[in-house]
């Protein structure tokens, strides 16, 4: 499985000359097989512009879409998109896509629904986890908030845990409320499940290369390894 990180913020982009590193683009994962193309996108932020993307055909586009995509929400209605394009609503449980088994389950986040992926092929997998607001169940032994049931079943052993980790500890008890997790929650959820790497994901759009630099190397030797996400980086996973 190999994972083309497209888009690595949260909440919305950050563009200049502090965030070329790590990216200014919002949230956006490529999912390959091998040296494939990719077939899976999880998360369409900014991020989704670094991509060509095919999508087969199976059906007629939902009304929902029609007016998302269309005047004066956006100036390209979607049958004038080259291609054809299916929309499909996604229920919780398990599927085949594209050749990859995904697992797609509700986690807290404020509002809205919101599901966590967990995707595989067979001989690797990931947890994708990058809008989850634990506090809302509860403020957990550390007050990053508690695991959820669904959130140690989507990132349960994985290879790589990729999680919202917008707050530092220090920025968390001010916005416990936002609807976006601690870096240290998404690390304590990455141990809790036995995954084996953990990728800091969902970035405050505020969040500098150099303020990130800071983080990782504060992590250094903390198991699982941890990562954070930066744009345009190629992850291969056995």
């Known amino acids: 499985m190999r994972l083309l990180i497209c888009g690595t913020r949260g909440s919305t982009p950050s563009p200049g000359p502090a965030f070329i590193r790590y990216g200014g683009q919002t949230s ?37 879409m029609a007016r998302a995509v269309s005047p004066p929400h956006f100036p390209v209605r979607l049958e ?40 595989g092929d067979g001989t690797s997998a990931i947890a994708y986890m990058s809008d989850h607001w634990p506090t809302s169940i509860g403020p957990g032994a550390d007050g990053f908030g508690e695991y959820h049931d669904n959130a140690l079943a989507l990132a349960e052993g994985v290879d790589m845990l990729i999680h919202d980790a917008q707050y530092t500890s220090e920025e968390f008890p001010a916005r416990a409320d936002f609807g976006h997790s601690a870096i240290e929650y998404a690390i304590g959820l990455g141990r809790k499940a036995g995954a084996k790497a953990v990728m800091l994901y969902h970035h405050d759009p505020d969040r500098t290369d ?29």
């Open 210 to 238: 150099d303020d990130l630099d800071r983080i990782v190397t504060s992590l250094n030797g903390t198991k699982p390894t941890v990562y954070a996400a930066a744009e345009g980086s190629v992850i291969e996973l056995p």
């Open 80 to 119: 004038e998109l080259r291609g054809t394009w299916t929309v499909e609503n996604l229920e919780p449980g398990e599927r085949d896509i594209e050749g990859f088994q995904v697992t797609s389950l509700d986690v807290p986040h404020k509002l809205s629904r919101t599901y966590g992926f967990r995707v």
């Open 28 to 64: 956006c994962i490529a999912v390959a097989h091998d040296d494939d193309d990719p077939h899976l996108v999880l998360d369409g932020g900014t991020g989704l512009r670094r991509l060509r993307v095919l999508i087969p055909s199976q059906g007629d586009a939902s009304a929902v």
